[in-house]
């Protein structure tokens, strides 16, 4: 019968008593990694998740100017899109026009005041707003995406940068049963810091987005929009 040392019994005991006590070197790098994977796969998903949401506002807000454009001259009535930039958000408007003919231009001739209002659909105009008749959930306010931000909005007889949105409870765009919408700019900035600007045309009420800095001053005179290259 073997007869064991105690201090070799000992010593297995020790060695066995280390070998059970941690990682390795080797579990320790395949852990980080996979940590690693793990962190990465997180943040690709939610970057996608944010783009994606980015990606329906702009289309629900260019799908809705559109539709606009069309249903103010099917319904006869004036319609007004609502950004409020304190709380990030806009919503729809049906609206009853009322002449002011306090806010009519009253230099140059009356071809020059027609083509004026025809430009611009909310000159020398008031109304009463209420929600729209056939659509009323277009009433509803829709929020900005998280870390989209509006900094600047630019009409044919207004431009507001992003001091001036701070002092601003709302700025409209305004549709026409002539067919005539406010053609305009909107200017948004992502959460990377990226511009996003949309373009109305004033009179197919169609929507281009710009992921890119834009003359808008060109554009705001009506200038044809396919004579800028996007990105």
Known sequence: MPVYKATNVKKKINNNLKRDSGFTLIELVVVTVIIAIMGTLIAVRAGVFVFWREEGFLRRLTETITFLHYQATVDRLYYQINFNPKVRNYTVVALKPIKDTSATITSGGKL?????????????????????????????????????????????????????????????IIFSPQGIVDGSIIEFVNAQGAPINLVVNPFTGLSKIYRKEVDFAKLIEFSADENINSE
């Open 112 to 172: 020059t005041q027609e083509l004026a209002e025809l430009q611009s659909p909310a000159l020398g105009v008031s109304y009463n707003a209420s929600p729209p008749p056939d659509f009323p959930s277009l009433a509803e306010p829709v929020l900005f995406p998280e870390g989209l931000k509006l900094i600047a909005l630019h009409l044919p007889n207004l431009s507001l940068n992003t001091e001036d949105l701070k002092d601003t409870d709302v700025v409209s």
